[in-house]
């Protein structure tokens, strides 16, 4: 890569800031609390600017190509939403602010709240959660508090099927229960005999990824319901996959009793790097009170004159506050913004094209890829990235070979129990040009895989950085050649 | 795939193997499970001493590709670790069913009878 090392860049004396002359006396930090020993590049700011603006040249973003990264719903983020989020009002609002100066916060979290519970058919939701980890484990919670409040305390354990998000047996683990694994029938959905099996007075309840991480939807969710809480257990629907989902079905209504929201996937806040998440819950009314809080409600419902009066409560059960203040406001206000501007029919909308998006693509291509459950797809859509007679290309070299065509790779080797897994997620946003494009290029790969495989192999070409050594970076933790500093150096 | 099963161990469906010695059992993953793990970067195993009950997973193998707990095909004490695995985690890749085994339990039951011989195993892995 061309771009050295903002450290190489270095030289000593120089500085980007320039601070005024002391205008009081001067005292000296206790010598015990300085150290010479910390390593900064000293750079001007121009040099800092070139190399951060030159390095965001080499990313791949939504922004500058395709991104169908499967289980991440990697759509385009409309514009207004940022042009909503810096209003001065918003952007500027102090969160010690009273109440009563920020009315119109307070009525933009009530409003989005009343537009996630309507759109997944709960009765309350909270914003609190700061991303999608979170609420899950906010909803995990929520389900432990309601069982011991009701003084059962013999269900240890949470369901969770084999095509679940991998987060989903690890916010068991951190809420305490035990993960009991069930798995997958022949068509992909929850293998309804293990779970009946299973079903007993110690579970707590199931978590489900609806449509699964295989991108289908679960044939039978209403029995798998029905088991779950005829063993006195509650649903929890992780509800990272809504894209699939929002405007044609309600969790709410199926009987699930809690879910949680990704406004960074389904509602187009900032993905990645760039966000912060947010992971709000919705719930049913058995679990409102246990709902983590704050939670805006309308304390007074005003007049023909006057406007309602928004406040802040911790519901009388919460499982209490997740971080401090009131969860992520700014993803607040562009999911707010999203859900305005496209109204009821345009959420559907955006369902019914990420939907065909996703089925047009494996339609296809599945003749010149492995699709293991090859039905109808929810957005996205599982396929085998490995070819009958030639050996030693896979998943991963497919990944890499996109990238010389400008293509960000798949979610690859996800789901687990697909072997050479590659997860295609379009999402609505992409038009038939690209998507057609797309499919020109995995067929053209496939044909690269047969004739030269060592193309593949030894893909990318043309990216900033040729293959990297995953072994060796997974293995060796001290990245490059600047001295290990006294406090990360170990025994 | 030139995968090989040795005849004289035993294997579960999880792609562990054990081996069975007097009241002590060698356990570790198999070729299959390797393959398909890819390049093996890091092992997590129990103190010696610990304790755990037929299937709880005892362990976590980490590669490239993904991250697997391992489970334990028999109820016992653990009375010895692969320390060689902490440097060198490559060798469950190289010797799965040598120099790669995973740890040794002091078994509570020698009773193996419930678990795939190496024809089943194989013909388990051909299925799949």
Redesign the interface.
């Given at each position: 890569m061309s771009e050295p090392l903002i450290y190489d860049m270095s030289v000593a004396g120089r500085t980007g800031a320039l601070l005024p002359a002391l205008d009081v006396p001067e005292s000296p930090l206790p010598k015990e609390l300085l150290r010479d020993t910390l390593d900064l590049p000293e750079v001007s700011e121009l040099q800092v600017m070139r190399h951060f603006v030159r390095l965001s040249h080499l990313n791949h973003s939504i922004d500058t190509g395709f991104y169908p990264l499967g289980s991440c719903t990697m759509k385009y983020n409309p514009k207004i939403n940022e042009d909503a989020a810096r209003l001065p009002g918003f952007a500027q609002l102090h969160p010690r602010t009273d109440d009563e100066g920020a009315q119109g916060a307070l009525a933009l979290m009530y409003q989005l709240q009343t537009w996630l519970a309507e759109i997944s058919g709960f009765q309350a939701v909270s914003l609190a959660p700061a991303a999608g980890a979170q609420g899950e484990f906010a909803g995990i919670l929520m389900i432990r508090k309601y069982h011991q409040d009701r003084g059962d305390t013999k269900r240890t354990k949470i369901l969770v099927p084999n095509s679940a998000h991998g987060t989903n047996p690890a916010t068991v683990s951190m809420a305490g229960f035990e993960a009991v694994e069930l798995p997958s029938d022949k068509n992909g959905d929850v293998d309804l005999a293990a779970l009946r099996a299973a079903c007993d007075d110690t579970i707590a309840g199931m978590m489900i990824t609806v449509p699964s991480t295989l991108g289908l939807f679960e044939g039978h969710i209403l029995d798998v319901i029905k088991a779950v809480h005829d063993c006195g257990g509650l649903m929890y629907m992780d509800g990272a996959n809504m894209n699939a989902l929002m405007g044609a079905v309600k969790p709410g209504e199926l009987g699930f009793d809690v879910m949680h929201y990704n406004l960074h996937k389904t509602f187009s806040t900032p993905h990645g790097g760039g966000g912060p998440g947010s992971g709000p819950v919705g719930v049913n009314d058995r679990l409102k009170p246990f709902l983590p809080g704050p939670v805006v409600e309308i304390v007074d419902d005003g007049s023909d004159e006057e406007p309602p009066l928004y406040g802040m409560k911790i519901p009388e059960k919460s499982i209490g506050r997740l971080k401090a203040f009131y969860g992520n406001f700014g993803m607040h206000v562009r999911a707010y913004t999203y859900i305005g501007i496209h109204g009821d029919s345009g959420i559907k909308d955006i369902t019914r094209h990420a939907v065909l998006n996703a089925n047009y693509i494996r339609v296809k291509l599945r003749d010149t890829y492995k699709v293991p459950y090859d039905r109808i797809c929810a957005h996205e859509f599982v396929l085998e990235g490995h070819f009958e007679g030639v050996e030693n290309v896979h998943a991963l070299d497919i990944s890499k070979r996109l990238m010389d065509y400008g293509i960000h790779p798949p979610t690859n080797?996800?789901p687990?129990i697909v072997?050479e897994a590659l997860m295609i997620e379009p999402t609505e946003t992409e038009d038939k040009a690209t998507i057609d494009e797309f499919i020109d290029v995995m067929k053209k790969i496939a044909a690269e895989a047969k004739a030269d495989p060592d193309l593949l192999r030894t893909a990318p070409h043309t990216a900033p950085v040729k293959r990297l050594d995953?072994?060796r970076a997974?293995?060796q933790l001290v990245l490059c050649c600047r001295p290990v500093p006294e406090w990360a150096a170990g025994d | 795939m030139g995968n090989t099963t040795p005849a004289d161990l035993k294997y579960t469906k999880n792609d562990e193997w054990v081996r069975l010695e007097g009241g002590t059992a060698t356990i570790g993953i198999t070729d299959y499970a390797q393959e398909?793990l890819n390049?093996i970067?890091?092992v997590e195993l129990p103190d010696v001493g610990a304790k755990f009950p037929k299937g709880e997973s005892f362990g976590v193998v980490?590669s490239?590709?993904?991250a697997s707990d391992v489970y334990t095909p028999v109820g016992g004490t653990i009375s010895a670790v692969n320390s060689g695995l902490e440097d060198q985690?490559?060798l469950i890749n190289t010797d799965p069913y040598g120099e790669g085994w995973l740890v040794k339990f002091t078994v509570d039951n020698a009773d193996v009878s419930d678990l795939l011989d190496a024809d089943a195993y194989a013909a388990y892995c051909e299925s799949r």
């Open positions: 080797y996800f687990l072997p995953e072994v997974a293995k | 398909q390049d970067v890091y980490e490239v590709k993904a985690p490559e």
